[in-house]
């Protein structure tokens, strides 16, 4: 009888096809959000291996001031590499990318303190790095010790909201997700009452009787996963070119992961388990207590 | 099985309607009986009780012993494998053919592919169908789609046939053959059950007769004459073929 399920959705295919694509928005939503949040915390973890730290001078700083913090830095065996930009390299560089140029040659003094960034070894304990900032911080000419974790930290709050938000979402869509597929299976059940009746009459069984419609049910759940599916893959090619070049400015390599086998069998299984739960509440409310005539 | 009888039965719906009142009655194995009396009498309520499509407020309805208003719920689907039911609007599948039609009970009964052709077969030679099972209903007189209804209703050869008003739409000739169908399968020892309020017909026949009124039973006549005479009587149609009865 998984035939005339079949048969019943490619009857009514633009029904049905409505049907998927409120069914895959649905799932597209939470699923796109999860992809999100995996790949962030990939991020994460990617960046986390070499954290590091930025030293802003003040501007009267002079050169002697700036080559003690550096070498402060460098003595340290688990610091990798410390670059330093003096004052003028940072006026260039400004220069450069925001496009005044010769503007800012009009400018008394530049207004720009030198810096230093440091990278730190792929595992350095918190500790050491918390007694290089306060020893870093209380140089002469130093103004600001900046460590790279806080936004790394910010990352993770907003992977943290991302996911939360991905349940919620989830939850909520995968309810709405139920609950069309089990108005569409009411329609249908009520479309074929007569049939049903005489099945009965000729001695189906419940199971008999509920089997095409939890098949049905199942179709259009899954009907619904490969949507979402597609809806995903193509929202992923729309926005890895500008992802791309965001990251490589971070000389970070863009590798979307999450979309893959697993993640695709485990969006269809759910979205056809999802279209059974919702023929099921159907059968229960029509088909239970059928009166014959 | 084939064995009914009812104690004291009594149906009264929500409304304080009483549609059958203490009714006892008994039905021999391989009986033939018609159920007749005015419309709203109380005769499909008796049909509904024993198709265990209803139950009734007190009282019991026996199947060979066995109480079918106390069958699970779990249990019906095998107690109805064993009747055949026919109806006035016949509740044909109109998308179906009515090869798929008269198979559907063997389908749902698990019986195998080659057996099913061979048994729906057998059956819609016996309302004279042979070469319309590809057709569908739509495509069929009254009196067709009326007999595709009495071939699905017999193509499990049950042990019991219900029948609600059969004849209801048709012109008396064809009447008259539907119940000489029904006489025929009484013959191989199904019990029949027909409720019509065509009294002349119903008399004319000669069987066991049963009248209601107003949800009671006022008159029981005893069969004037056998099914075997009848079916002697009458002429055998060419298909008339009642073998492989089980
Ligand atoms: N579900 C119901 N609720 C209330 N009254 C009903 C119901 N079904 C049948 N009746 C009433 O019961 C009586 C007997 O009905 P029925 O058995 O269909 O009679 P018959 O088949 O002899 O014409 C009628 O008066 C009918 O209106
Ligand atoms: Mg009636």
New interface residues.
Partial sequence: MGGESFHFVSARLGTSFLVWLVVGIALALPAGLWILQVNMNEMSAGWEGRPGLSVYFELQASTEDIEVAAQQLRKHEQVESVSVTSADQALDEFKTYSGLGDALTLLAENPLPASLTARFAQNIDTDVVDRLIAAVQDLPGVAEVVVEKTWLERLNDLSTAVSRLGVVLAVLFGIGAVLVTASSVRLAIESRLDELRVLKMVGATQGQVRRPFLYFGAIYGFGGGVIAAMLIAVTLVVIEPPLQSLLGSYQQELDLAGFNLGFLAFLLVLASLLGVAGALIAVRQRLNNLELF | MGHIVLQHVTRRFDNGHEALSDVSVGFEEGSMTFLTGHSGAGKSTFL?LL?R?DVPTRGKVLVNDVDIARLA??R??????H?G?V?QDH?L?T?RTVFENVA??LR??GMREREIGRRVRASLGQVDLLGKEGLFPRHLSTGEQQRVGIA?AVV?RPKILLADEPTGNLDPQLSAHIMDLFARFNQVGTTVIIASHDIQLIEAMGFRMLQLEHGRVVGDHAATRSTAEWVGETEAPATADLGGQE
């Fill in positions: 509904k198709l499509a719920e779990k019906l689907p095998r107690y109805r494998q009747l039911v109806f509740h599948l998308q559907l009970p749902v009964g699905r499990t």
